[in-house]
């Protein structure tokens, strides 16, 4: 049987590590350093047994991403990402995708956005299973009061991204 091979980067950033994994230049996941073994396990069952080499560099993610860090908020929006999620969740991460930086919504606009008012839960669970956060930017979902709820990466994250593009007073 045959590995997938699967470039692997981590970089530093003021929220912590982020570690993600290329294959070819497409982005296949991204998760902040302490949530990686999660997100690793969801690539096994994804691809089976996984060449995991390690890319100090990253491509066209890594350049991206370090873009993004160093204030060019539209730097991830045109990268190349491969999730492979159901047909709704699809649908969610690509509507995520058009919120821009510097703007939130809420999970039920998100929910109305994608065509189903009713599944703020379903939306909820798309976001939370989102392979490529940041890139695919679920931290852009916030709760109908305003609050900062649900991030996998956790809320001060959350709120650093947040900071960063300029949705929230620093």
Request: glycine share 10%; hydrophobic share 40%.
């Amino acid at each position: 049987m045959n590995a997938t091979p699967l470039f692997v980067t981590e970089i530093d950033t003021p929220a912590g590590a982020i570690v993600f994994a290329r294959r070819g230049e497409r982005l296949v996941a991204l998760s902040f350093k302490d949530y990686w073994p999660r997100l690793l396990k969801q690539l096994e069952k994804r691809f089976g047994a996984l060449e995991l080499t390690p890319d100090a560099k990253g491509g066209p993610p890594g350049r991206a991403l370090r873009r993004y860090l160093d204030g060019d908020l539209h730097a991830l929006d045109a990268l190349e990402v491969d999730t492979e999620g159901t047909p709704f969740q699809e649908k969610v991460w690509s509507r995520l995708r058009k919120i821009p930086a510097g703007a939130t919504w809420s999970y039920a606009e998100l929910a109305r956005a994608v065509g189903n008012p009713s599944a703020v839960r379903a939306v909820a669970g798309a976001n939370a299973r989102n392979p490529v956060s940041v890139v695919v930017p679920c931290h852009r979902v916030i709760a109908s009061d305003g609050k900062l709820s649900g991030y996998g990466g956790g809320v001060p994250r959350k709120r650093w991204l947040l900071k960063h593009e300029g949705a929230l007073l620093a």
